[in-house]
């Protein structure tokens, strides 16, 4: 007879989400490149007579491997290669100041502060930041083969490994990558089409959010690598024009949902085929043999797909007739002057920089006044887990514990079974590949992964085996006490602080968005540019939310409280797409008074979620002509007024 499980037993949700592992393919060639790159340095070391040459450069691999997540060979410079410059930098700067105390100190204080600032700017600088503060902290608390220079080669050396293999199929598959993503957004449109206008409510919005996010990175990789070469190329030129093209499907899609008729089965499958064009470069189709439409949403919806096949099937595009509808980068030199002058003003990223030189600090002021083993390991689990743009920090503490053990269980069988030499080859092949494997299911599973390798590694410099094991348990959870208390803790800013006012602001650009998609003379590419960027910005916020829910109360249960505002923001936009699409086919236009209502309840809904702490329900009276197209937007914009704080 089966019991139910106390309920004083039962785990918080904030844990289980912590806990649970996200889904993602695990990427073959990434997992290869790691286990290549991360056990012939060694290999070689070990040939050579210099293990310790051979364990640094395996220890810059790691930090290649962690940083090898682009599809893109492009982008694998970017994600790889500046890192492993201001990583060298680093290992530089503590080589010069290692045994020297206090002086370590300040310098090993000033770059965390530097790191944390530049962490800011985006995805590339933050991990150029980490890695320029990790290989500071171990050149400062590790004595390295001189003279000075030689372990900045080695560690750069070994991530520069990682690199080249990444790079070696590039003459035969260059395009290939940003053709797939193209050709993946396509076929997240098809799902998006085959659940819209069904009962499935939350499949639909869960591919909407797919979409979103699947378009983003295509425009980020196609505008990246468009930027430098001002348009002249004709694949990227055509790639930009298949993406634009799908703008069309995307903004009819809400409005067949709406109509809650699904879509015939021939519409999807035609994107599918679509894709597949996409994927090889093909400009034939197979007959689309669509139904002939009857509504005004399948007329939309028709007539967007009809284009998106003529723009795929198209041989030549004329590049002067391509707008970039999310807007072409600046060049390099303006974006970087961009960024250098936000992140020298940027309250946020001095906030983030101080927060870190703080903890950083304490660190190192606390294991120069106590004797701790192997005390740089104190600072490198700081300035992991105090990484907010990588996640909850709370959470990251908690699965920085939680995979330090886990991973200290691996090393203690290998530590104590396999002899120190020849034999840490072979098993640290088996065992480099489980870091790009593990990296996507989450941080605790990525540092069960990466404690073992680092054990291994830190055995050749050392050749301490097992006795490695406590201190690096002892020091990695004082180093998470340290980024809680410091880091946490003391610095009292709420999930509405970091969220809600970027709530505020995607409510306030809906209601301009309101204003442009029914305007008289609004440009078609500024409107979609402004559509582009809400979906974007709210994908942003339903990221900040979901990290929000992972952490313990009051701040999770404030962001669980909040949550369906963030839905009932999605909904309005879809709700307003929906409305232009239908007069574009067709509908009658709404009045300036209705369009002045809807906007007027959006900036009074904005300034009140900028200004709530808790959510209190507004009654609010919004009516119009009936069978306006703007009734729809209406209902939604009165539901996201009428939620109300928890019991």
Not at 124 to 152: D, E, F, Q, R, T
Not at 255 to 268: D, E, T, Y
Request: proline letters at 8%; a positive charge; hydrophobic letters at 50%.
């Amino acid at each position: 007879m089966s019991r139910e499980f106390p309920i004083s037993l039962t785990p918080p949700d904030w844990l289980v989400r912590n806990l649970i592992p996200q889904q993602a393919p695990v990427n073959g060639a990434a997992v290869a490149r790691a286990a290549l790159a991360m056990a012939l340095p060694l290999a070689l070391g070990l040939a050579a007579g210099r293990p310790a040459y051979g364990a640094l450069a395996s220890m810059g691999a790691l930090s290649g491997v962690i940083g090898d997540t682009a599809d893109a060979y492009r982008m694998r410079i970017l994600n790889i290669a500046v890192p492993q410059l201001l990583g060298a930098v680093g290992v530089a700067l503590g080589t010069l100041v290692y045994g020297h105390g206090w002086y370590a100190v300040a310098v090993v204080t000033g770059v965390a502060l530097v790191s944390g600032m530049i962490s800011t700017i985006g995805a590339v600088a933050s991990v150029s930041g980490l890695l320029l503060l990790l290989n500071c902290v171990v050149g400062a608390g590790l004595p390295l083969p001189s003279p000075w220079w030689l372990a900045p080669a080695l560690l750069t050396g070994g991530g520069l490994l990682v690199l080249l293999l990444g790079l070696l199929a590039w003459p035969l598959r260059a395009g290939v990558p940003e053709r797939a993503a193209v050709a993946a957004t396509y076929r997240t449109v098809a799902a998006l089409l085959a659940t819209a206008g069904t009962d499935r409510t939350e499949e639909y919005e869960e591919a909407r959010r797919t979409v979103t996010h699947s378009l983003n990175q295509s425009y980020d990789l196609i505008l990246t690598r468009r930027a430098r070469h001002h348009g002249r190329s004709p694949d990227l030129t055509r790639l930009l024009a298949q993406l634009n093209a799908i703008t069309p499907v995307i903004e009819a899609a809400p409005a067949a949902h709406l109509a809650a008729r699904p879509l015939p089965p021939q519409v999807p499958e035609a994107f599918h085929h679509l894709a597949d064009a996409v994927a090889t470069g093909s400009n034939t189709l197979p007959p689309l043999h669509l139904p002939v439409p009857t509504t005004e949403t399948a007329r939309a919806v028709d007539h967007a797909l009809r284009h998106t096949a003529e723009v795929v099937t198209a041989p030549d595009v004329d590049p002067r007739g391509i707008d970039d509808r999310l807007g072409r980068p600046a060049a390099l030199g303006i974006r970087t002057a961009r960024a250098a002058r936000n992140v020298v003003l940027s309250a946020n990223s001095w906030r983030y920089g101080v927060r870190l030189a703080v903890c950083i600090g304490i660190a190192q002021a606390l294991v120069s006044l106590i004797p701790v083993p192997r005390s740089y390991w104190v600072a490198l689990t700081i300035t992991f887990v105090l990484k907010p743009d990588f996640g909850s920090v709370f959470s990251r503490a908690l699965l920085r514990a939680l995979g330090t053990v886990a991973g200290l269980l691996i090393a203690a069988v290998v530590l104590a079974e396999v002899p120190l030499g020849w034999w840490d080859v072979p098993v640290l092949f088996l065992l480099a590949p489980l870091v790009p494997a593990l990296t996507p299911r989450g941080y605790g599973y990525q540092t069960a992964a990466i404690t073992p390798v680092i054990l291994i590694l830190s055995d050749v410099l050392n050749h301490q085996g097992t006795a490695l094991l406590l201190p690096r348990l002892a020091d990695s959870l004082l180093g998470c006490a340290v980024a809680l208390t410091a880091g946490y803790l003391l610095w009292p800013e709420s999930w509405h602080t970091r969220v809600g006012d970027r709530l505020a602001d995607a409510v306030a650009d809906t209601a301009a968005y309101v204003e442009a998609a029914f305007g008289p003379h609004a440009d078609p590419s500024a409107r979609a540019r402004m559509r582009r960027r809400l979906y974007r910005d709210l994908s942003v916020i339903r990221t900040e939310f979901q990290r929000a829910l992972t952490e313990p109360p009051p701040t999770g249960r404030r962001a669980a409280a909040w949550w369906p505002l963030v839905v009932a923001v999605e909904r309005i936009v879809d709700a307003t797409t929906a409305a232009r699409v239908r007069v574009r086919h067709g509908a009658a236009a709404p009045s300036t008074a209705e369009i002045a209502q809807v906007t007027l309840q959006l900036r009074e809904l904005s300034e009140g979620v900028r200004n709530a702490e808790i959510l209190v329900a507004v009654r609010t009276d919004l009516t119009g002509p009936a069978g306006s197209v703007l009734e729809p937007l209406r209902q939604e914009v009165a539901a996201a007024r009428s939620i109300a704080s928890p019991r």
